[in-house]
């Protein structure tokens, strides 16, 4: 086996390893979830649609919802098709429907939340007279300035009147279950999905504080800048500080799930394999150039699971790992050293490519082609720059979603 297909099928079994279908059949039984009362279900998140098949194999709910990025005929119940990475109509239509669902359980009755990455924008209820288009205007200038997700959604739980802990709060004194899979390094609950059903430790000042480090007050609507230092003045209620009072909470997947998978595989063909980090992050090109440069044995497959960001500059395409590609292929030019990195939900930034797989052979084969590396990464253009080398990973929509892989083997 030559070294890209043996990281693309590692890639792919980290992929199957956190299958959220079968993780939440097994969550659900480990709970001891049944249908003696009556339960509803709210499915959020890249992940959402195999997770409500999934728990439709252990309980069998008298209604739910499915919030999605696109529509699905298998879904076992309604699907909202809303918007990612930024929200839309379908995302305000999905979080008032997942809201309106957990305000009409009664006390005897149970609320399963099925919550995965991408939910932040997929469930998007503007709070305070503020509207779509500024949540649309605000998330944007986040993805773009390079803060992380946790800084992100720091900004988006004060926006929103489902996130930080109110969705839970919509619930009542119902029985709440939430099932996560993160995708987020460290799984931060109340970060994950901007933790719609659990206590939110970061406040108005937080996000304002974000607001400032990124210099974002120009980039971002008037009227959001306003209702969050209105926050910061105690003029509008913080996020949910308590927690629900009968809340069961259980991650079932995540980065380091997916890494221990992809490195199993490895060491099943008889190579040696070795998990660096599960918590990767900074700058994508930066994080590149320390991962492929990191000391391995010869022939040893280094993996790495984390979520790095792009601070955008350029007008090109592509997403944090296609620009950690890029930025590898530069460094290793010339070397025997093969780099992959790949977001297990398929998608990278705004293409159809889960991320890029790169070689020593790459730089050449983009000149071959007419095109320059540098220019490309300077322009944040890696998409048009992998096509041409042949080097994209293109899996499509995995239905699963625990962030990124990285994998790197020297000859």
């Known amino acids: 086996m030559d070294d ?24 659900a039984k480990r709970l001891g979830l049944s249908s003696r009362h009556r339960t509803v279900v709210i499915a959020a998140g890249k992940a959402a649609i195999a997770m409500s098949r999934g728990i439709t194999n252990v309980v069998m709910p008298a209604d739910g919802v499915v919030v999605a990025p696109g529509a699905a005929a298998d879904a076992p119940f309604p699907v909202v098709a809303a918007g990612h990475p930024v929200p839309n109509e379908g995302s305000v239509t999905g979080a008032y429907r997942a809201l309106g669902l957990a305000e009409s359980a009664g006390p005897d ?20 007279g503020l509207s779509l288009e500024d949540l649309q205007t605000t998330n944007a200038a986040l993805l773009e300035c390079g803060a992380d997700v946790v800084e992100t959604n720091t900004v988006r739980k004060h926006l929103s009147a489902i996130k930080g802990g109110r969705l839970a709060a919509a619930a009542g004194r119902s029985r709440l279950v939430t ?62 500080i308590e927690p629900h009072p009968r809340h069961e909470v259980e991650i079932i997947g995540s980065g380091t799930v997916a890494a221990e998978a992809a490195a199993s595989f490895v060491r099943s063909h008889g190579i040696r394999s070795r998990i660096v980090s599960t918590h990767h992050t900074g700058e994508a090109r930066k994080a590149a150039v320390a991962a492929v440069d990191t000391l391995s044995e010869v022939g040893e ?16 395409k592509g997403g944090r790992n296609q620009e950690a590609a890029l930025a590898a292929a530069i460094e ?78 020297r000859r």
Do not use: M
């Open 179 to 240: 099932l996560v899979l993160s995708d987020i390094v460290g799984d931060p609950l109340d970060a994950i999905a901007s933790g719609p059903t659990v206590p939110d430790p970061t406040t108005f000042d937080d996000a304002v504080a974000v607001v400032d480090r990124y210099d974002l007050r120009e980039r971002i609507p008037e009227p959001v800048v306003v209702y969050l230092e209105k926050g910061r003045a105690g003029g509008v209620a913080e996020t949910r």
């Open 109 to 128: 009755d149970t609320v399963i939340c099925l919550i995965s990455g991408g939910a932040s924008a997929l469930l998007a209820a503007p709070a305070g």
């Open 301 to 316: 497959v280094l993996v790495f699971a984390g979520e790095t960001t792009v601070t955008v500059t350029g007008s090109g």
């Open 332 to 409: 290793i030019d010339g070397r025997p050293i093969t780099f992959l990195a790949g977001g297990t939900d398929g998608i990278d930034g705004p293409t159809d490519a889960a991320g890029g797989i790169v070689d020593g052979g790459t730089i050449d084969r983009g000149r071959s082609a007419g095109i320059d590396a540098l220019t490309a990464l300077q322009n944040n253009d890696a998409n048009t720059y992998l096509d041409a080398t042949g080097d994209l990973v293109v899996t499509g929509p995995t239905g699963t979603n625990v962030a990124d892989l990285w994998l790197v083997k």
């Open 4 to 27: 890209r297909t043996l990281l693309l099928d590692a890639f792919r079994a980290g992929i199957a390893g956190v299958d959220p279908e079968v993780a939440t059949v097994r969550a």
